[in-house]
């Protein structure tokens, strides 16, 4: 069984650029959320996606959009990137309705740095 | 507004000793409690869950949580810590109520560090 897998590793981007980060969820999950997670924070929830519609949203803004395809494998954009956005962005798969009491599992994240 | 708090953001306890990593969380619901660990270069792994039930819940790796309603506690325990413990922990929080039920709430986390 492959666990969540996410793509790329490392990132590094200038102010104003656009950055596509990826994630392969475990076999037969079809829901993934995706977090940020600051350097010292815990992680905040972007948004979720289940069964490829946008499915709860965090406090973020419109530059943060997702997709995910019909294999459930899914997309983070972010546009217009700021500083801020410097994070460990993870990304986690679970089966059912993508309710807090489903169990997630979590990829190794994808480490952005903007300069 | 609903929140988790770790108040301890550096444990260090030395290998075989007593654990104990504390969390708080501040809204009245029901919640729907987690712990989770976050090893270097991995993702974060669930080490146990609390939902409904007897307060004391037994995860992996040896560690287990009480449920405290009259605290507002979910503290993490561990009776012998082994030096691969070493790690970041969190406490995370949910909740059942309509729109806001998709997303865990967090705390800053508890690096843990163990001396030989």
């Known amino acids: 069984e492959t666990g969540v897998t996410q793509s790329p590793t490392h990132l590094i981007k200038t102010r104003g650029q656009q950055v596509t980060l990826r994630c392969s969820s475990q076999s037969g999950h079809n829901t993934v959320s995706w977090y940020q997670q600051a350097l010292g924070q815990g992680p905040q929830f972007i948004f979720q996606y289940y069964r490829e519609e946008e499915n709860g949203r965090g406090n973020f803004p419109p530059r943060f959009s997702g997709l995910q395809f019909p294999n459930y494998s899914s997309e983070l954009n972010v546009n217009a990137l700021e500083l801020d956005d410097s994070a460990l962005y993870l990304c986690?798969?679970?089966?059912?309705?993508?309710?807090?009491?489903?169990?997630?599992?979590f990829g190794p994240g994808t480490r952005l740095t903007v300069l | 507004a609903q929140s988790v708090t770790q108040p301890d953001i550096h444990i260090t306890v030395s290998e075989g000793a007593s654990l104990e990593l504390r969390c708080n969380y501040s809204?009245?619901?029901?919640?729907?409690l987690f712990w989770y660990v976050q090893s270097p270069g991995q993702g974060l792994q669930l080490l146990l869950k609390y939902f409904s039930g007897d307060t004391l819940v037994q995860g992996i790796k040896g560690f287990e949580a009480e449920f405290k309603r009259s605290q507002s506690s979910f503290n993490l325990r561990k009776p012998s810590v082994h030096w691969s413990d070493a790690a970041e922990y969190f406490c995370a929080v949910g909740y059942n109520n309509a729109g806001n039920n998709r997303k865990l709430i967090w705390g800053l986390g508890t690096s843990l560090a163990v001396n030989p």
């Open positions: 986690a798969s679970s089966s059912g309705t993508g309710r807090v009491t489903d169990t997630q599992y």
């Open positions: 809204y009245g619901a029901t919640p729907y």
